[in-house]
């Protein structure tokens, strides 16, 4: 599969037109056309819709898109990890952003960001107006909306937090509310789009609709009008912070916080690689990204005033953790990589490279569900295939866990090297259950089994028995062997054992069966016993492998450093660069290294701890989800329940409903 096919395709999924995406990477018309042919040629599918005006994607299109960007992505790290395509910047960035924003925080900025970047120039537009990116012809578009489905990408630049507040003189002349209902009987000022004001109270969310002397479509002016003292109003601290700051307005309704799921964006059309086109903008170097190269120049600034220290301005350099697919604070794919099938699914379009990928999201590492899928799970399939066995019931319990209820009688069982860990209790039955190689141990009721990942057994089944399965992700274990044992999970290995007496893990078991799997509340009690089951097997059944001489991880002194900075900036955005830096390597040996020790990729452990801290702050605070999930992170909060969702199958509030009281 030629790249520089892939490079078009993924041109033409934006622009539309093949003649322009050919413009774009200096093909004619007829030489890009033959390309896509080429290229549909040897996938053996249609990946495009062709007529005389635009270009669409076939819905084979539509799935092939996200893994090619996939590719190229990983093209691009591989050149950035040996210093390719050092290049500077040059030609021309178009670039739109909010009247009020750009004046305040851009403007300062652009002199140091062009001095660093001298062959590049700007075309900057500065309008409260949302704007086509593509149609417009953009690079790029920094935006403090709340984000609607889109198949742009955003990248979080910095929280933009809303408060409440008036002039002094205000104030002295009518009072200070003391409560949002208050505000009904003071005089407001609005701003077009934003007439109603949600306020989180002890009670729940509040909607107050206030009314005043004035109403206008930009910022600056309900600004500056509230602090002549015509009225309460709303304020970004990025906009209000000098009024702040020289006494020319005060906050009010402190404890009432407004409900927002607000931030600073930048938003671009592909999440790696802009055009590289010869014409007005030439960014010959994938470690470089246009949206990065100004929303640096701005965060400063946007930072500074809201009470952070500023960062200093960098050229991007992608990562795993930095790209907006995988990284959960800095920004979402949107409806385009939601709609994309599972990578296993694109086994037809034969390309090596996405057979090897569609491997690596296995079980084990699937970003979306994992341990939903039950056909992937060998003992699980095995029990399937009996005449004999019936399955009662079964759910995904999330964060690669998984739960099954079985029945059997008469029957020979084989299970040879599965990719996951089993745990196993007999609730009724099963003294005529034993090992093929050991018939004199038989089972009984509440005996244990262990069954780890890569083992093999045979088992007769001499009349009935009920048993529950606990389906445990190797990934999982991996998470656990670092987070109780601070052990690399690839030293440790989980014994097998057969007919294991332990009280305190039957009567978990059979809480556990007892519950409700398909409702929501009961599930995620499920969950947590299930998490119970798996950190006593942890702690109880684990051991060294014999004979293993590690080579090529981390040190463990740098293992215990990369946790607890980790853990101590979940709130923060964070890069591999960062991380690598801590242990002064390479982006590319550090995300090898990681793994190594880690058991998974540097971002699949950074959202698991993400999501890990947020289960902890919704059972042991009354935080709104808003702050619960700017504190985990997340850039809003309705990013972080779809996160929260994807890995529970329930929502964060459902969470805390279910563990109330």
């Not at 050092?86 to 062009?114: D, E, I, Q, W, Y």
């Not at 990065?292 to 952070?308: I, W």
């Not at 030293?491 to 799997?517: G, I, K, N, V, Y």
């Amino acid at each position: 599969m030629n790249i520089e096919h892939l490079k078009l395709f993924v041109r033409l999924a934006v622009t539309h037109n093949i003649s322009q995406a050919g413009q774009e990477l200096g093909l004619s018309p007829a030489v890009a056309s033959a390309h896509i042919g080429k290229l549909e040629e040897g996938l053996g599918v249609r990946l495009v819709h062709r007529t005389t005006r635009k270009v669409s994607l076939t819905q084979e299109g539509e799935a092939f898109l996200p893994h090619a960007e996939e590719v190229l992505a990983s093209v691009e790290m591989a050149r950035a990890s040996v210093g390719a395509g050092s290049t500077a910047p040059r030609g021309t960035l178009r670039v739109t952003a909010p009247a009020s924003f750009g004046r305040m925080h851009l403007l300062p900025s652009l002199k140091a960001f062009l001095a660093r970047y001298p062959h590049l120039s700007l075309d900057l537009r500065l309008s409260d107006s949302i704007v086509d990116l593509v149609e417009g012809g953009f690079d790029i578009a920094i935006r403090n909306a709340e984000l609607k489905d889109s198949s742009l990408i955003a990248r979080r630049l910095a929280p933009d937090k809303r408060i409440i507040c008036a002039s002094p003189d205000y104030l002295q002349q009518f009072g200070e509310p003391d409560s949002p209902q208050d505000l009904l009987n003071h005089r407001c000022v609005n701003l077009l789009g934003l007439e109603t004001w949600v306020f989180d109270t002890p009670a729940g969310h509040l909607s107050i609709r206030p009314s005043g002397p004035l109403r206008t479509d930009n910022g600056e002016a309900m600004r500056d009008a509230c602090a002549s003292g015509l009225g309460i109003a709303i304020g970004s601290t990025w906009s209000v912070y000098r009024h702040l700051a020289r006494g020319e307005l005060v906050q009010v309704l402190k404890d009432s916080p407004l409900v927002a799921e607000t931030a600073i964006w930048a938003m671009y059309s592909s999440a790696r690689q802009l055009a590289p086109r010869c014409g007005p903008l030439s960014i010959s170097t994938p470690s470089i990204s246009a949206s990065n190269l100004l929303g640096s120049a701005a965060v400063g600034a946007a930072r500074a005033s809201l009470g952070q220290a500023a960062r200093p301005l960098r050229a991007y350099r992608p990562s795993p953790l930095d790209d907006a697919r995988l990284r959960p604070h800095c920004g979402r794919r949107l409806r385009r990589q939601q709609r994309a099938p599972r990578l296993p699914n694109l086994a037809h379009f034969s390309p090596r490279g996405l057979a090897v990928a569609a491997g690596r999201r296995s079980m084990a590492g699937s970003e979306e569900t994992p341990m939903s899928s039950f056909d992937q799970l060998q003992v699980f399939q095995s029990m399937s295939r009996s005449p004999h066995a019936r399955l009662q019931r079964s759910a995904g319990l999330g964060d690669g866990l998984g739960a099954a209820l079985w029945s059997n009688r008469d029957d020979n069982r084989d299970y040879q090297a599965p990719s996951h860990h089993t745990l196993s209790c007999y609730l009724a039955g099963g003294t005529g259950t034993f090992r093929r190689e050991r018939p004199d141990c038989k089972g009984a009721p509440d005996k244990l089994c262990i069954l780890p990942a890569g083992h093999q057994s045979a088992w007769v089944i001499d009349g009935e028995i009920q048993l529950a399965h606990l389906y445990v992700s190797q990934e999982q274990f991996a998470l656990g062997a670092v987070r109780l044992l601070d052990r690399e999970p690839r030293e440790l290995q989980l014994r097998e054992s057969t007919f294991l007496d332990d009280p305190l893990q039957a009567r978990r078991f059979r809480q556990l069966c007892r519950l409700d799997w398909q409702e929501p509340g009961e599930r995620l009690l499920t969950s947590s016993l299930a998490h119970d089951l798996l950190d006593h097997a942890l702690l109880s059944q684990v051991g060294r492998r014999d004979g293993l001489r590690l080579t090529g991880g981390l040190a463990p002194g740098q293992r215990r450093r990369l946790r607890e900075f980790i853990d101590s900036q979940l709130a923060e955005p964070l890069s591999l660069g960062q991380l690598a830096g801590l242990c002064a390597l390479s982006e590319y040996h550090f995300a090898r290294m990681f793994q190594l020790s880690f058991g998974l990729p540097p971002h699949r452990y950074l959202l698991n701890r993400r999501l890990e801290r947020a289960r902890e702050l919704l059972r042991g605070t009354r935080l709104p989800l808003g702050e619960i999930a700017l504190a985990c992170g997340f850039a809003s909060a309705s990013h972080f329940s779809n996160r929260f969702r994807q890995a529970f199958a329930a929502t964060p509030g459902q969470y805390r409903r279910a563990f109330a009281g």
